[in-house]
T-cell receptor, first 114, second 112 residues
Framework: DAGITQSPRHKVTETGTPVTLRCHQT?????MYWYRQDPGHGLRLIHY???????DKGEVSDGYSVSRSKTEDFLLTLESATSSQTSVYFC?????????????FGPGTRLTVT | KQEVTQIPAALSVPEGENLVLNCSFT??????LQWFRQDPGKGLTSLLL?????REQTSGRLNASLDKSSGRSTLYIAASQPGDSATYLC???????????FGDGTTLTVKP
């Protein structure tokens, strides 16, 4: 158990509504990541953070924003949810010590946009 | 752009067999390669990490190798058990912020 929790674990929402997913870590790791996992596409990076208030885009960032105001929390926001954002969302953390970026994953959030 | 391929997509073996899972990548400029296991409906569990300067890592019945010159990594599972049934993914880290590209995984079924 890498000390990562995600909330909520399941959510159903309607198209056009804002949604915020939370990732919380107790490891004090520097790096945090948001991925989505879809059949046929595998895991794809949405956004990542390399420190408090330091974030950058991944390969599928359109329609998503993130914030990190504390080391332990990384929030992913869907400003206006669309059906194409129905997916399983995973948070991951990494210490990045000595050039090694071993990643540890949270349990995931299953999001359904109707 | 780093491309990561895992072949086959699915593999079924009888219990007790030794097996090899493959991971191929296109760019050898990596920081590390990591193998994960994912059970249905669950998150990813880290199995082994090989740093760029290393050739292999071992943990119990698992052995992972890395050959950057050929763009290949293998995960060897010895004496497979039904409990090994899961999807196995490899991931290549290619930036100093830990950005990674994942393969689509190999789904392993070990039959009793």
């Amino acid at each position: 158990d890498a000390g990562i929790t995600q909330s909520p674990r399941h959510k159903v929402t309607e198209t056009g509504t804002p949604v915020t997913l939370r990732c919380h870590q107790t490891e004090n790791h520097r790096y945090m990541y948001w991925y989505r996992q879809d059949p046929g596409h595998g895991l794809r990076l949405i956004h990542y953070s390399y420190g408090v208030k330091d974030t950058d885009k991944g390969e599928v960032s359109d329609g998503y924003s993130v914030s990190r105001s504390k080391t332990e929390d990384f929030l992913l926001t869907l400003e206006s949810a669309t059906s194409s954002q129905t997916s399983v969302y995973f948070c991951a953390i990494s210490e990045g010590r000595e050039g090694s970026y071993e990643q540890y994953f949270g349990p995931g959030t299953r999001l359904t946009v109707t | 752009k780093q491309e990561v391929t895992q072949i086959p997509a699915a593999l079924s073996v009888p219990e007790g067999e030794n097996l090899v899972l493959n991971c191929s990548f296109t760019d050898s400029a990596i920081y590390n390669l990591q193998w994960f296991r994912q059970d249905p409906g669950k998150g990813l569990t880290s199995l082994l990490l090989i740093q760029s300067s290393q050739r292999e890592q071992t943990s119990g019945r698992l052995n992972a190798s890395l050959d950057k010159s050929s763009g290949r990594s293998t995960l060897y599972i010895a004496a497979s058990q039904p409990g090994d049934s899961a999807t196995y993914l490899c991931a290549l880290t290619y930036t100093n912020a830990g950005k990674s590209t994942f393969g689509d995984g190999t789904t392993l079924t070990v039959k009793p």
